[in-house]
């Protein structure tokens, strides 16, 4: 069975990192991953060390475009799916899908339909899907993913952070996902506000699986822009994110 | 089943992904080039279960490398007929899917191949046992098929050399399907993606008529039908007809009444006035009819000016839609307008009056020649006086119904005279229209614009 993991949180709180390093404990275990940019504002691909050149959104403007060109009995699911395939950026050990640019004016229920059922198919190829996706949980209320197993909120040590989690807790009840279990990963965290966050989460009720302290390895590698994939195994990111990976029965 | 096979036969592996890292080779696909054709030919021109290969085999390619291809079937057989070819050939696409450790995407010259390593560990080393296997499972599957030969060719200047004679083929082929038409199918389709906001829509969806939306065509609906019969695209049986022009079904008015829980019990497909077509809301152009020239505009959602009657899209969208039954507009899929049956009950082409430039361009080439000219743009006109003028110069057949209802209204005039009556046109409050003069009725025309009438009390007293 395939283990879906979303990762989610406001923009800055270094989703995209912990998804990436997730990523990269997952393809040394030999686990094949699917990875899904899903969020406009952020930077998967480059934080992984490769690039997409076109999304799905891309390829749903070319079935849109090129619908009344094509011959009229044709398939056009197993063109779609084609398209979809065209996009995913084959790496070692895991494929890229970026979701790319948001949908234009015109009707995208059939374009989305069939989206639904080639998703459905290719999810199934991998060991684990990680998907980087903003707090709007877009994606998922178009049901373009269907099932989550674990949906993990990602926030700074800032009280207001917490309550993104609860806010997306709240939200997924609105969604009529499968959604099975809600964590909170606390990013970015020290000594002086380690003991408050683990405080806060309880008071809300939010299951907190990780704690990973400021890394100045990933705060060097940001600044330049260079990809976070092949941090040394002794980052504190590195390691935290492998104690949360075991949690997750990765 | 299939013990010669080093490779298991099954549909569990469809949709079965080979990775790149897991690849033994690649085949076609958007790198290079190949394509697959099904042709029907003689009984005694072919030799059932005969394999050719023209160029290299699986086992002469390198690991990792990338090779075009073109896979080639004669089908003969009694009941085998040229019409079959689209169906035979497009479950190839299935078949190649059912061998495990090969993946078979997309159809005709953009086929996609892969074969895993480990398959090829597994003894799948030759593209005979491949063509084997498909032509096994045609044989199986579709047994009208009675014999069966494969060429398959790996070599470059060998593909491009049949690829032509291919892309003709597939050409002849779509010509043949663009001219289905309603009367030639039993089953038409519906669709309720839309009724998640539009829960009276009703979209039917025949040969001569795409959703609203413009993206699900009759074969599309039949594919969907097939796959899931309960999915939100499903088959509608005819029925008897009740008016052929105007496209009324008693199958699709029966389905009228249960999909919008009661609220329309007729859909005549093809008019604009009479029992029009819902419109749910993702309809990609709005008609909307233009009392004062008896004619109906067309406005597509990107054209972000007012039509002549002083409209935007976005307002006469929101009139429109939500799946209802509006006479007076009518939501409709651009190529709808390609369809020879485009609101054939009511003069077609020669009812079309406006239309924005780069709609009108987009479908150009179906517009007939002799009225083509004739259909105004916002370049022509910009309001009703324009565009009266402008369809007076251009001797629009639209006049001739101008003529008919001047002498309407003279004869109107006199009866009016000695009997003092109104007909007033049924019409929702703030619906910027009139109702055209009904046929043959006598009365007085009144064409309310942008009227919003409150009465609170009508007295009727005999005159004293």
């Known amino acids: ?250 | 089943m299939a013990d010669e096979f080093p490779f298991e036969i099954s549909p569990m592996f469809e949709g079965e992904r080979v990775r790149k890292d897991g690849m033994y080779v690649e085949l076609a696909g958007p790198k290079s080039k190949g394509f697959e054709l099904v042709k029907s030919v003689g009984m005694d021109e072919i030799e059932d279960g005969k394999f050719t290969l023209i160029g290299p085999d699986i086992s002469e390619m390198e690991e990792g490398s990338r090779h075009p291809i073109a896979m080639i079937y004669r089908i003969a057989g009694e009941l085998v007929e040229q019409d079959l070819e689209a169906i035979v050939e497009r479950r190839n696409h299935d078949f190649q899917n059912y061998i495990q450790g090969v993946m078979h995407l997309n159809q005709r010259y953009d086929i996609w191949i892969r074969v895993s390593k480990d398959a090829m560990k597994k003894g799948l080393d030759s593209l005979e046992q491949i063509a084997k296997a498909t032509m096994m499972l045609f044989k199986n599957e579709l047994p009208f098929i009675e014999k069966i030969e494969a060429t398959y060719i790996t070599d470059m200047s060998e593909v491009e050399k049949e690829l032509d004679g291919a892309i003709a083929t597939y050409t002849a082929r779509d010509e043949r399907t663009r001219n289905l038409h309603d009367e030639d199918v039993d089953v038409f389709y519906g669709c309720t993606l839309c009724q998640s906001f539009a829960p009276t829509n009703v979209c039917v969806v025949t040969p001569d008529r795409i959703s609203l939306c413009g993206a699900i065509n009759w074969f599309d609906g039949r594919a969907a039908a097939k796959v899931d019969p309960e999915g939100p695209q499903f088959a509608i049986e005819k029925g008897e007809i009740i008016d052929a022009k105007g496209g009324e079904y008693s199958g699709v008015n029966d389905l009228a009444k249960s999909l919008s829980n009661g609220e329309y019990d007729r859909i005549k497909i093809h008019s604009f006035f009479e029992f029009p077509h819902t419109s749910c809301g993702c309809f990609e152009v709005v008609g909307f009819y233009i009392p004062e020239v008896d004619g109906i505009g067309w406005v597509d959602r990107d054209f972000m000016g007012t039509a002549p009657n002083g409209l935007p899209f976005s307002t006469m969208a929101g009139q429109t839609g939500g799946g209802k039954q509006v006479v007076g507009f009518l939501g409709i899929g651009i190529n709808y307008f390609r369809s020879p049956k485009f609101i054939e009950v009511d003069g077609g082409w020669n009812r079309v009056v406006w239309m924005p430039k780069l709609l009108k361009d987009k479908v150009l080439a179906d517009i007939p020649k002799d009225i083509v000219d004739k259909v105004a743009t916002e370049e022509d006109a910009s309001d009703l006086e324009s565009l009266k003028a402008f369809l007076k110069e251009k001797d629009h057949p639209i006049l001739e119904r101008w003529v008919e209802e001047e002498e309407e209204d003279e004869a109107v005039e006199e009866t009016a005279t000695a009997a003092p009556t109104m007909q007033m046109p049924m019409m929702a409050a703030g619906t910027p229209m009139a109702m055209p003069a009904g046929s043959g009725g006598s009365g007085v025309k009144i064409i309310l614009k942008n009227a919003k009438v409150s009465i609170d009390r009508v007295i009727i007293k005999k005159s004293e």
């Open chain 1, 1 to 250: 069975m395939t283990q879906v993991i979303a990762i989610t949180g406001k923009g800055g709180t270094g989703k995209t990192a912990i998804a990436a390093l997730l990523i990269r404990y997952l393809t040394k275990g030999n686990k094949v991953v699917l990875a899904i940019d899903a969020d406009p504002d952020s930077n998967l691909p480059e934080t992984l060390g490769c690039e997409a050149e076109k999304g799905i959104g891309d390829m749903k403007e070319f079935m849109l475009k090129e619908r009344d060109n094509l011959p009229p009995d044709i398939n056009k699911e197993t063109i779609f799916e084609s398209k979809i395939y065209e996009v995913l950026t084959e790496m070692p050990g895991y494929d890229l899908l970026v979701m790319g640019r948001p949908e234009g004016s015109g009707c995208y229920c059939y374009a989305n339909n069939l989206l639904r059922g080639i998703m459905d198919r290719l999810v199934k190829n991998y060991d684990v899907v990680i998907i980087d996706t903003a707090a709007g949980l877009e994606h998922f209320s178009r049901k373009i993913i269907r099932d989550v197993d674990d949906l993990i909120v990602v926030t700074d040590g800032s009280r207001r952070g917490l309550r993104t989690g609860e806010r997306i807790r709240e939200l997924v009840g609105e969604l009529e996902a499968n959604v099975r279990n809600i964590y909170v990963i606390a990013n970015k965290v020290t000594d002086d506000n380690k003991e408050t966050i683990s405080d806060t989460a309880k008071e809300l009720d939010l299951e907190l699986i990780g704690a990973i302290k400021v890394d100045e390895m990933i705060q060097e590698r940001d600044l330049i822009g260079s990809p976070l994939f092949d941090l040394p195994d002794d980052s504190v990111a590195v390691q935290e994110v492998e104690n949360i990976a075991k949690k997750l029965k990765l």
